[in-house]
């Protein structure tokens, strides 16, 4: 048998958004899985809520693979790190990823998100352009995804605040 093929991606971004504005987009599997470019449907699982099903098509150029994965949440430290896995039996393929948040300049967050596969498909010696580049589509969809849903999120409540200000007349800052 020959060895598995393995790959990993990152991903650094600059978000305009309060580390707990990022962290609410990610914080739950529903919420994380709803930002991949891969995944259609998710289904929690009903007595674990760390873990979930989903289902989901790879996209290559042509290529077109219906898969189902069982994610779970491996650890989680709110607000600074959220580890998960997801098994793929289609695939033969384990999947890991780890967000990690760090406060930056005032209301900014450094998010940082890396995934990692192994992939043990008989086929998989021809697969590894294909999963490679599904694999670097994920997590570059997924973290920026995560950062523009924030900085929208922040801005909207940055500008509710003002309104209310306003409002209020006191003329003072939010």
């Known amino acids: 048998m020959s060895e598995p093929i393995t790959a990993d991606y990152e991903i650094t971004l600059r978000v305009d958004a309060r580390v707990s504005a990022v962290w609410e987009e990610i914080s739950t599997l529903d919420q994380l899985l709803a930002r991949a470019p891969e995944v259609l449907s998710v289904e929690p699982h009903p007595h674990e809520p760390d873990r979930a099903i989903w289902q989901g098509r790879m996209v290559w150029g042509r290529l077109r ?20 896995s997801s098994e793929i039996p289609t695939l033969d393929a384990h999947y890991q990823g780890i967000f990690v948040l760090a406060p930056g300049a005032k209301d900014v967050t450094v998010l940082g998100y890396r995934g990692s596969f192994v992939c043990r498909h008989r086929l998989h010696r021809f697969m590894k352009p294909a999963l490679t580049f599904v694999l670097k589509d994920h997590v570059e969809t997924v973290a920026t995804r995560v950062a523009r849903r924030a900085a929208k ?19 003072s800052d939010p």
Not at 156 to 171: C, H, K
């Open 65 to 84: 693979w219906n898969v189902h994965g069982d994610a779970r949440i491996l650890e989680r430290k709110a607000g600074k790190h959220l580890l998960f």
């Open 153 to 171: 999120h922040s801005s909207f409540e940055a500008s509710m605040a003002l309104r209310e200000a306003r409002e209020r007349g006191d003329g």
